[in-house]
């Protein structure tokens, strides 16, 4: 399966974006769908998890602020971003979690300014 990431992009603490992961199958025929972050220099850590039933768990540091949601007919999941912080600066990538492996989509940057 191809994922496809897109939305990323300059934007100003406080702005929003939202990103896209394109899927070339059904995206409920797996067990989770995910949002991954890497900053620079830094370990590639959880951002969000969707569930195929539809439970949806959020890293602490963008509680609030971040939506994870999907679009079966489009096979694509999202990642509404909001009041962005510095601290957001990373490359995002799209997972699928099946069986407790994960595939992986190539990343979009997102950077946040002061």
């Known amino acids: 399966v191809q994922l496809q990431a897109s939305g990323g992009g300059l934007v100003r603490v406080g702005g929003s974006l939202r990103l896209s992961c394109a899927t070339t199958?059904?995206?409920?025929?797996?067990?989770?769908m995910a949002w991954y972050r890497r900053a620079s220099g830094k370990q590639r850590e959880p951002v969000a998890v969707l569930t195929r039933g539809g439970d949806a768990n959020y890293a602490d540091s963008v509680k609030g602020r971040f939506t994870i949601s999907r679009d079966n007919a489009k096979k694509t999941v999202y990642l509404q971003m909001n009041n962005l912080k510095p601290e957001d600066t990373a490359v995002y990538y799209c997972s699928i979690i099946d069986d407790a492996r994960f595939q992986w989509g190539q990343g979009t940057l997102v950077t946040v300014s002061s």
């Open positions: 199958r059904s995206i409920i025929r797996y067990d989770a």
